[in-house]
Every structure is written in structure tokens, then in C-alpha cells.
């Protein structure tokens, strides 16, 4: 009897385990985004921006919610690592990709990984959600400009390509997924945004397993 009650017991109780990955350009924040996340929802706190090294490779953090367990992936953002995200794909259940909103010299760079991000067709239908970081700065650009010149680089894009090839670039699936981008501002530095977009992640990543069930 009482193993019984204490299965039914740990069944109840269980929490499910999400996967998210956190992509990007080198420099952009990711692992000072983890470590934040560690420090804001765990007992021991992340590495302190002082501390944090590029990442070579990939880093874990794990958080626990109600009914749920988030595992992030902070996949390094080197040009020669991103050949490796992909790996990553097929068992993610949300994609966060970051933007150093001050950085504007690479924001077309970052706007072509992400562009190829948001077309793998392992994660058409996951969640994914693009945060501009580095709000704290004065300089950053503001959510609102963020998205302006990720659609003004996309139309230029879409533009070129019609004119060099006369074809569309865009799948419908693809282009409504543009439409419906949600875009956050965090400062991973300071953790301005960060339990918001937490909060983001966990609404949807319980939504798109509710779907996959139906």
C-alpha cells in the first residue's frame, strides 16, 4: 500500500522537463542571460558578468516551475559553432535567440542567423522568441526599433531577391510566423525583462505540448 500511494504520489507531483535553446551572435548576452536565469530561479546563484567566459561549445542551466522543468542550451555563437545548432533542433521545445540591441554594426549579420534560425523547418513550429538585450544601455536600440529594422532588413531581402532571381522568399507558414514574432526587451546584466520572458516561455511551451497532444 504504501508504495502504491507513494507512486501515486511521485505521479501527481511529477514535472515535465522542456528543453529550450538560446541562440545568437557571439557577444549578444547568452550566457550572462543563463546565469541570470540561474540567479533569479535557483538556490545557488549563476556565475557573477565578471566571471563568464565566451562560450566554446555549450552551457546547461536548469529551473524548476510549477508542474515544470525548464533545460536551457546556450550554444555558443562563433561563426564556426552555429554549424552545430542544428543538432540541437529536432529536440528543442522553444527557441530564444538574442540580439545585442547596441550593437547596431552587426545587426545585419545577426539578422541573417536569425533569418536562417526562424526557416529550419525542425522548428516551424515551435515557439521562438527574439529578445532585443542590453537595455540597460542608453545606446541600445528599444524593442519597438528592434523589430522596425529586423522587418525593414527582411523587406530589403525579399526585395533583392525578386529582383536577382524573380521569386518570393517567403512560405505563408513562414511569413505569418514574422507576423506574429514576439519580441521582449531584457538586460541580462541587471535582469531588467528576464522573469517576463520566463514567464513567456512557460505559458508557451505548455500551449504547444497541449497541441501536439490534440
Known amino acids: 500500500m504504501y508504495h502504491l500511494l507513494k507512486g501515486f504520489h511521485e505521479y501527481l507531483t511529477r514535472k515535465e522537463e522542456f528543453s529550450v535553446i538560446i541562440l545568437g551572435l557571439d ?3 547568452k550566457t550572462t542571460l543563463l546565469e541570470k536565469i540561474k540567479t533569479l530561479y535557483n538556490d545557488t546563484p549563476g ?3 565578471d566571471k563568464i567566459a565566451p562560450t566554446v561549445g555549450q552551457n546547461m542551466g536548469k ?3 510549477p508542474s ?5 542550451w546556450d550554444l555558443g555563437g562563433q561563426r564556426g559553432i552555429r554549424s552545430i545548432w542544428h543538432r540541437y533542433y529536432d529536440d528543442c521545445h522553444a527557441v530564444v535567440f538574442v540580439i545585442d540591441a547596441e ?3 552587426r545587426l545585419s549579420e545577426g ?3 536569425f533569418d536562417s534560425v526562424l526557416s529550419a523547418p525542425q522548428i516551424l513550429g515551435v515557439p521562438l522568441l527574439l529578445l532585443a538585450n542590453k537595455q540597460d544601455s542608453p545606446q541600445s536600440l528599444s524593442v519597438e526599433e528592434i523589430r522596425n529594422d529586423y522587418e525593414e532588413w527582411h523587406r530589403r531581402k525579399a526585395e533583392s531577391a525578386r529582383r536577382s532571381f524573380g521569386e518570393e522568399i517567403d512560405s505563408q507558414h513562414r511569413s505569418e510566423r514574422i507576423a506574429s514574432l514576439d519580441v521582449m526587451g531584457v538586460s541580462a546584466l ?5 522573469r517576463a520572458a520566463i514567464d513567456w516561455l512557460f505559458i508557451r511551451v505548455q500551449n504547444s505540448r497541449r497541441r501536439d497532444e490534440s
Do not use: M, Q, Y
Open 27 to 29: 557577444g549578444a548576452g
Open 47 to 49: 556565475l557573477s558578468p
Open 63 to 65: 529551473i524548476t516551475l
Open 68 to 72: 515544470t522543468i525548464l533545460k536551457f
Open 103 to 105: 550593437d547596431r554594426e
Open 111 to 113: 539578422w541573417e542567423v
Open 190 to 194: 541587471e535582469g531588467t525583462g528576464v
